[in-house]
Nanobody, 121 residues
Framework: QVQLVESGGGLVQPGGSLRLSCSAS????????MGWYRQAPEKGRELVAV???????EYANSVKGRFTISRDNAKNTAHLQMNSLKPEDTAVYYC???????????????WGQGTQVTVSS
């Protein structure tokens, strides 16, 4: 069994900062890409940022220059530092990881349960 657990969400004023964390635990052999997605009310889930095992990163245009994704491969964790937050960043943020449970397994995708981020004055 594999679990992804997010933390760090909450309520913040416009212009403020939050740091989200995602921890993968359980029977894990290796983790490749880790990413953050978000879903606002009545909208589809969208990619926010992704980071490969080798620390290559990609960001949605809407968050470039404001958000930074990082990871700790030894701990199977990923973080999303969010600065200069805007009301339109309000959403449930989900962690995502592609991982293998055993050396002979193909990679599969796991999701966390989500953490709410609300940007409001």
């Amino acid at each position: 069994q594999v679990q992804l657990v997010e933390s760090g969400g909450g309520l913040v004023q416009p212009g403020g900062s939050l740091r989200l964390s995602c921890s993968a635990s359980g029977s894990i052999f290796s983790v490749s890409d880790m990413g953050w997605y978000r879903q606002a009310p009545e909208k589809g889930r969208e990619l926010v940022a992704v980071i490969t095992y080798g620390d290559y990163t990609e960001y949605a245009n809407s968050v470039k220059g404001r958000f930074t994704i990082s990871r700790d491969n030894a701990k199977n964790t990923a973080h999303l530092q969010m600065n200069s937050l805007k009301p339109e960043d309000t959403a449930v943020y989900y962690c995502n990881a592609r991982l293998r449970r055993n050396s002979g397994d193909p990679y599969s995708t796991s999701w966390g349960q989500g953490t709410q981020v609300t940007v409001s004055s």
